[in-house]
């Protein structure tokens, strides 16, 4: 399946954003999804997951409190709602969906969107 996240912009410290990750054809209801990020000179990191009821929800601990996974399967479409941002959430953010994998890690995802980026200033 081919993603489309959106919902990236510039915000200051302790602002909010909701991302959202679409499917571009197809449905998104038979997979699981997670957000993973990168910020400039770091590798990719893990941010949160939901299986494809919902039910399971994983969280990076560095955003645990402060963003919540979310997801409407009649709108096709999962959230990330980004709550008390900080400068060291500035990344790019990208999601990803697999198939009945429950997984947290970047190889647990065969399907990419191609990213939205993410700005915190100060």
């Known amino acids: 399946v081919q993603l489309q996240a959106s919902g990236g912009g510039s915000v200051q410290a302790g602002g909010s954003l909701r991302l959202s990750c679409a499917p571009s054809g197809g449905t998104f209801s038979s997979y699981d999804v997670g957000w993973f990020r990168q910020a400039p000179g770091k590798e990719r990191e893990f941010v949160a997951a939901i299986s494809l009821s919902g039910v399971s929800i994983y969280y990076a601990v560095s955003v645990k409190g402060r963003f919540t996974i979310s997801r409407d399967n009649a709108k096709n479409t999962v959230y990330l709602q980004m709550n008390s941002l900080k400068p060291e959430d500035t990344a790019i953010y990208y999601c990803?969906?697999?198939?009945?994998?429950?997984?947290?890690?970047?190889?647990?995802?065969?399907?990419w969107g191609q990213g939205t980026l993410v700005t915190v200033s100060s």
């Open positions: 990803a969906a697999e198939v009945g994998k429950h997984g947290t890690r970047e190889t647990d995802f065969s399907s």
